[in-house]
């Protein structure tokens, strides 16, 4: 995809003023910033990775430019439109560029605000004093390939400004899928120990039923006893009544 479509792209309904991040990376152009225009004046970070890059010549004003990114392109000097164009920048990735000497970097001078440079893979690595080399040619610059002068890594609130904003929204998401299922836990806790007093209640009210069974058992055993002796007695009573009558006769 060409560079001018992938920017018109990128903007996604959005007017060029509003646009504070634009990456482009792996798409294409003919060796020349294209597409970009000085109507990105709020532009904080530009991300140009992988896309043929030969010269920064083109690139438009962009005073609020913080971090440009244009590692893997065909980049071996003329940086000095950046101090002109971008006077604020403050991260500036270089890698993978043929950039051979430390004079192709010497323009770097006038960018003030510069603290991060990234030159890996880049040929003048392998220089036997690179390190001390481009700390002495740029004094302000506090990292260098990711680590400042006595080899302390770059922390990643500077490493990655765009942290500041916060976590993203994925991890809150998460802390609330979290709070739901601790939240679901408790609750089936309290469902389990519901349902477990539930069974004893019913374990109890079975009981009181038996004993209730039994009750009526024994009432009605003593009410059959009660009966006998008055049977009895009814038995004897006719007995006597016969024999009277005998008598009569």
Same mark, same amino acid.
């Given at each position: 995809?060409?560079?001018?479509?992938?920017?018109?792209?990128?903007?996604?309904?959005?007017?060029?003023?509003?646009?504070?991040?634009?990456?482009?990376?792996?798409?294409?152009?003919?060796?020349?910033?294209?597409?970009?225009?000085?109507?990105?004046?709020?532009?904080?970070?530009?991300?140009?990775?992988?896309?043929?890059?030969?010269?920064?010549?083109?690139?438009?004003?962009?005073?609020?430019?913080?971090?440009?990114?244009?590692?893997?392109?065909?980049?071996?000097?003329?940086?000095?439109?950046?101090?002109?164009?971008?006077?604020?920048?403050?991260?500036?990735?270089?890698?993978?560029?043929?950039?051979?000497?430390?004079?192709?970097?010497?323009?770097?001078?006038?960018?003030?605000?510069?603290?991060?440079?990234?030159?890996?893979?880049?040929?003048?690595?392998?220089?036997?004093?690179?390190?001390?080399?481009?700390?002495?040619?740029?004094?302000?610059?506090?990292?260098?390939?990711?680590?400042?002068?006595?080899?302390?890594?770059?922390?990643?609130?500077?490493? /990655? %400004?765009? @942290?500041?904003?916060?976590?993203?929204?994925?991890? =809150? !998401? *998460? +802390?609330?899928? &979290?709070?739901?299922? #601790? $939240?679901?836990?408790?609750?089936?806790?309290?469902?389990?120990?519901?349902?477990?007093?539930?069974?004893?209640? /019913? %374990?109890? @009210?079975?009981?009181?039923?038996?004993?209730?069974? =039994? !009750? *009526? +058992?024994?009432? &009605?055993?003593?009410? #059959? $006893?009660?009966?006998?002796?008055?049977?009895?007695?009814?038995?004897?009573?006719?007995?006597?009544?016969?024999? /009277?009558?005998? @008598?009569?006769?």
């Amino acid at each position: 995809m060409e560079m001018k479509k992938r920017i018109s792209l990128e903007l996604r309904n959005r007017s060029p003023a509003e646009v504070a991040e634009l990456v482009v990376d792996n798409c294409r152009s003919d060796g020349e910033v294209e597409g970009l225009t000085e109507e990105f004046a709020a532009l904080e970070m530009l991300s140009m990775v992988n896309i043929g890059l030969s010269s920064l010549a083109k690139l438009p004003s962009l005073p609020k430019l913080r971090k440009l990114e244009v590692s893997d392109n065909s980049i071996s000097g003329g940086l000095e439109a950046l101090a002109e164009k971008c006077p604020n920048l403050t991260y500036l990735n270089l890698s993978g560029n043929p950039i051979k000497e430390l004079s192709s970097i010497e323009p770097l001078q006038n960018l003030k605000n510069l603290r991060s440079l990234d030159l890996y893979s880049c040929d003048v690595t392998a220089a036997d004093d690179y390190r001390d080399g481009v700390f002495e040619l740029l004094p302000h610059l506090v990292y260098l390939d990711g680590f400042d002068q006595e080899d302390n890594e770059v922390p990643d609130s500077d490493n /990655d %400004e765009d @942290d500041e904003a916060g976590p993203p929204a994925g991890d =809150e !998401d *998460d +802390e609330d899928d &979290e709070d739901e299922e #601790e $939240e679901g836990s408790e609750g089936d806790e309290v469902g389990l120990s519901y349902l477990m007093k539930e069974g004893i209640q /019913d %374990e109890e @009210d079975d009981g009181d039923y038996v004993e209730e069974e =039994e !009750d *009526d +058992e024994e009432e &009605e055993e003593d009410g #059959e $006893e009660d009966d006998a002796p008055a049977q009895g007695e009814k038995r004897k009573r006719d007995a006597d009544d016969e024999g /009277d009558d005998d @008598d009569d006769e």
